[in-house]
């Protein structure tokens, strides 16, 4: 498995922006597809988006797409979330994952700690 800390969560009005950062240590970061999660308070843990190896790898839930994009930097083993046009339903606490590639759909086996996002009205 691998070790994941994310950052770069805030406090930030809707419509404006945020990039959360995530950056791994351990294993070969290559060997993982990315996923990015989140939680609203009383919710469950949905399924943001995830990215294999480059921009044209990546697979979005509906609610974020167009607003949200992915990207990953193999070399630093960081992978981002910059969110755009932040909505108040976009609050939660973001986690960040990693899934060996060619395990199951969803079988996100390392998790971070997760950071806070809040987009106030």
């Known amino acids: 498995q691998v070790q994941l800390v994310e950052s770069g969560g805030g406090l930030v009005q809707a419509g404006g922006s945020l990039r959360l950062s995530c950056v791994a240590s351990g294993r070969i970061f290559t060997n993982y597809v990315m996923g990015w999660f989140r939680q609203a308070p009383g919710k469950e843990r949905e399924f943001v988006g995830a990215i294999l190896s480059g921009p044209t790898s990546t697979h979005y839930a509906e609610s974020v797409k167009g607003r949200f994009t992915m990207s990953r930097d193999n070399a630093k083993k960081a992978v981002y979330l910059r969110m755009n046009n932040l909505k108040p339903e976009d609050t939660g606490v973001y986690y960040c994952?990693?899934?060996?590639?060619?395990?199951?759909?969803?079988?996100?086996?390392?998790w971070g700690q997760g950071t806070q996002v809040t987009v106030s009205s």
């Open positions: 994952a990693a899934k060996p590639i060619g395990a199951k759909e969803g079988d996100f086996r390392s």
